[in-house]
């Protein structure tokens, strides 16, 4: 799974909403965060075709361990779990500290556990 596809699937997780919409003939994007007004943005489709302007306010799942934190609160206890265990694989093994993990190898085990994750 491509980073860019991670990024985005994790803010989707994370309660980000991306979708298009059309006033007078042109397309923009909007993306809101919990219904949260601060974090409101529009961009003309026409210009942005990629996205990619808008990936840039999403926070940076695969580099920063605090933004996978507030990801890992949400998990339940079964959940946490199946997320641990897949983290300590990734470490060195069951039974090791999965508090070594990376930012991006949480991402990737927060991605599987919620099923999502495509290889």
């Known amino acids: 799974m491509n980073p860019r596809i ?4 994790l803010a989707k997780l994370h309660g980000y909403k ?7 003939g042109e397309a923009f994007i909007n ?3 919990n219904g949260d007004e601060k974090l409101y943005h529009q961009w003309r489709w026409d210009r942005y075709p990629e996205l990619t302007d808008f990936e840039t306010l999403l926070p940076d799942y695969l580099h920063d361990l605090n933004v996978m934190h507030e990801l890992e609160l949400t998990l339940d206890f079964k959940q946490r779990d199946k997320y641990f265990t897949i983290l300590a694989l990734y470490v060195d093994g069951v039974g090791t500290c999965p508090g070594m993990a990376t930012a ?9 556990v919620m099923n999502k994750w495509e290889n």
């Open 104 to 112: 991006a190898q949480r991402a990737e085990a927060f991605l599987k």
């Open 6 to 9: 991670q990024r985005i699937e």
């Open 31 to 33: 993306l809101t965060h």
């Open 18 to 24: 991306v979708f298009r919409e059309y006033k007078s």
